[in-house]
């Protein structure tokens, strides 16, 4: 993995953003997405660098060749680009950018509720622990 690979930015203490982290390592075919816990320090700074609030880990971000995704686009360009089972997520975009967009701030809002807390830090697989940085 290069200094220019894409990366995927998410909560490190969220259940469904730990389950996210899995499905990459798992589906992404050419093994180059990085993943940055918001958490971290890099992570505060390119939440900063996309006029986003460091200390609300609501967002959701994938960052590819300077192009800057966010929230379910984020989720969705990780899919197409990680192939196989992970194009079904361009089924998303069957739902109108503003009620997609009220969704995933419901979801993203409720999601320690809806599926608890998780450290993606602490996963023990070590190929996608490898993946982590920050």
């Known amino acids: 993995m290069s200094s220019t690979s894409p990366i995927a930015v998410m909560d490190g203490t969220c259940a469904l953003c730990s389950f996210g982290a899995r499905m990459i390592h798992r589906l992404d075919r050419r093994g180059d997405i990085r993943i940055c816990p918001i958490q971290t320090e890099m992570g505060q ?21 300077g192009t800057v995704w966010r929230d379910f686009d984020a989720v969705i360009r990780v899919g197409e680009r990680s192939g196989g089972w992970g194009r079904l997520l361009s089924v998303l975009r069957l739902i109108p950018p503003r009620p997609r967009g009220w969704l995933y701030a419901r979801v993203a809002r409720n999601r320690y509720a809806m599926f608890g807390r998780g450290d993606i830090c602490a996963l023990p697989d070590p190929a996608l622990r490898a993946r982590l940085i920050g």
Do not use: M
């Not at 700074?45 to 060749?65: H, M």
């Open 45 to 65: 700074q390119l939440l900063r660098d996309n006029n986003l609030d460091p200390l609300d880990p609501d967002t959701w971000l994938f960052i590819e060749d």
